[in-house]
Every structure is written in C-alpha cells, then in structure tokens.
C-alpha cells in the first residue's frame, strides 16, 4: 500500500504538465482596457443603511408564513382531477 503511495506521490507532478492553461492574455477588449475605473464610494453610510432597523423580523416571519400557507393550498387544490367523473370514464372507455 505504501508503495502505490509513493508511485502516485511521484506521478502527480508529471499530470500537472498535460493540463491546458486558457489564454488570458488577450481576454480584456480595448473597450474594457480603456474604461475608467468604477467610482469608490464611502463604506461607512453603506454600513449604516445596512445596520439600519428598517425591518421588523415578527412582521416579515408573519408574512412568510401566510404565502406558505396560500401556496400549499393552491398546491392542494393543483393536485386535485382537472376531469369531472363522466368525463374520466369517457376518457377510459375510449383507451380500452
């Protein structure tokens, strides 16, 4: 066992030689290369409105549970027969 370690401990480096590396190089467009760079805003009202109580957890757990509740219902009500009783007997009378 100790032995098919070290072959495979030698052979991994060799693998490494017949991986094709992607041309970056030539990947950046003239257009791209002569943008300017983006505008650097302050971090700390970024912060701010970030750390700001804007929502209220209670509220937004409350909401969440109501759309739950609607799409399992409509859920339920999607798995139900879309064919009334006579039209599914027609439907297998004509398959058989």
Same mark, same amino acid.
């Given at each position: 066992m100790t032995r098919a370690l070290l072959i495979l401990a030698l052979l991994a480096p060799l693998t490494a030689g017949c991986t094709q590396? #992607?041309? !970056? /190089?030539?990947?950046?467009?003239? %257009?791209?290369?002569? @943008?300017?760079?983006? =505008? +650097?805003?302050?971090? *700390?009202?970024?912060?701010?409105?970030?750390?700001? #109580?804007? !929502? /209220?957890?209670?509220?937004?757990? %409350?909401?969440?549970? @109501?759309?739950?509740? =609607? +799409?399992?219902?409509? *859920?339920?009500r999607l798995r139900g027969s879309v064919l009334t009783g006579r039209e599914s007997q027609r439907l297998t009378q004509g398959l058989q």
């Open positions: 590396i #992607p041309d !970056l /190089d030539r990947t950046i467009t003239p %257009a791209m290369a002569a @943008a300017p760079f983006p =505008a +650097l805003v302050p971090l *700390a009202p970024v912060l701010a409105r970030a750390e700001a #109580p804007g !929502l /209220d957890p209670e509220r937004g757990n %409350a909401e969440l549970d @109501a759309r739950v509740t =609607a +799409l399992k219902t409509r *859920a339920a």
